[in-house]
């Protein structure tokens, strides 16, 4: 008697960037240099998890992002998706139906002529050539029901400079998911609202990725919402990463000297209360 074959679950998806590097040349009138803004840089993205790629302006966060979306080309490295390297094409027009960017300006990535549905539908018609008009419309009402933009019928009409800054930015991550995107690039998505409604979109960011397996690069200077919004953490200092591992060990027990100095410059909630706390007794001793 033959034994039944064991079901094996599927593996899972993955993202990799393998040993990539981008250098830019630069030109001073007749003298020419050379920018290295990546130096060797690799991990591998897997979908249902989150890494956070931390560091200040300029240290090279967003030309990886750019180069991952296939908006910059690698002086050298690989970009891989499961396991295989991306080319021309159509190879890449698949690529990009699969790894999606959400942008740090929500109104600069929304063309302002054009309304919210027409947004959403050009990814769906590039991505599914031959959808029906009904089919369309329901899809672009069910996104936007999913990133919380209700009414949807509405929302739909609207146009970028009639919403606020965190409902445009819902749109940018309804159009991300409008492809059927497995891996999302969050190029500091929260940086440029308010900080009343920031918790809101990383919220939303959290539960799309439970709810479709979603792998998620997180890009920030913000180690406090890295910690709590990703499983691990790549720390970035002038092109190299400098340290890495899960999130809650390097940010409670850092190794490299510059993971220890961002952490140093995050403000301290309860340092920031004494200094109020002292503000106030100062300014009451002054009241005649």
Known sequence: M??????????????????????????NGLKVSTLHAVKDVSFTLEA????????????GKSTIARMLARLETPTSGQILLDGKATGGGRSVAA?????????QDPFASLNPFHSIAHHLERPLKIHNPGISRTELRRRVLELLDRVRLVPSDRMAERRPHELSG????????????APGAQFIIADEPVSMLDVSIRLGVLNLLAQLQREDHLGVLYITHDL????????EILVMYH??????????????D?????TRTLLGAAPDPENQGMLRDQVRRELA????
């Open 2 to 27: 033959t034994a039944e074959p064991t079901a094996t679950a599927p593996a899972s998806r993955t993202l990799e960037a393998r040993n990539l590097v981008k250098d830019f040349r630069l030109r």
């Open 48 to 59: 249902g998890r989150t890494i956070a790629l931390v560091g200040e302006s300029g240290s």
């Open 95 to 103: 690529y990009r139906g699969d790894v999606q960017m959400v942008f």
């Open 166 to 177: 965190g409902q445009r930015q819902r749109v940018a991550i309804a159009r991300a998911l």
């Open 224 to 231: 406090a919402t890295a910690r709590h919004f990703s499983d």
């Open 239 to 252: 092109g190299d990463i400098v340290e890495r591992g899960p999130a809650d060990h390097v940010i409670l």
């Open 254 to 258: 850092p190794q490299h000297e510059y």
């Open 285 to 288: 001793a002054q009241q005649p």
